[in-house]
């Protein structure tokens, strides 16, 4: 089993940084959502990511909700969003990306957040983005 960055995510990067296997691999900026994958085959499953990650958006795989309540202000990325969003990260030496489609939850919103577990494994396995 693997860790699983969900749609939570605004890229800080802080995570990769902290892996000890080095899993997490970022696509590239036009790829959408997911941006940032970890690789099943290399993730030892330590949750050093999990803390660093100032969104809370990584979850064990068999942990991610399919109900999860959003505090009041809670940003995600969403393909079917309009908003874009200037996300501050660490990846490739710092600096700002915006992420094209987000949207703005509010306070006890609920959504699902296991659609993010079917791109992670597309990505390592031939799927969009596979290889890079």
Sequence with gaps: MT??????????????EVCPVECMIPGKQED???????????????GACIPECPFEAIFPED???????????TV????????PYDAHT???????????KTRKLKA?????LKPGI????????GGPGYGK
């Excluded at 860790?3 to 990769?16: F, K, P, Q, Y």
């Excluded at 959408?32 to 330590?46: K, M, Q």
């Excluded at 660490?90 to 094209?100: C, D, E, L, Q, Y």
């Design 118 to 125: 079917k791109p992670n494994y597309d990505f390592f396995k």
């Design 76 to 83: 995600i990325s969403d393909a079917e969003g309009s908003e």
């Design 32 to 46: 959408g959502w997911p941006w940032i994958y970890i690789d099943p085959d290399t993730c030892i499953d330590c």
């Design 90 to 100: 660490k990846i490739g030496g710092g600096g700002t990306v915006t992420i094209a």
């Design 108 to 112: 006890g919103d609920t959504i699902d």
């Design 3 to 16: 860790h699983i960055v969900t749609s939570l995510c605004l890229r800080d990067g802080a995570c990769i």
């Design 63 to 73: 942990e991610v909700p399919d109900a999860y309540v959003a505090k009041d202000g």
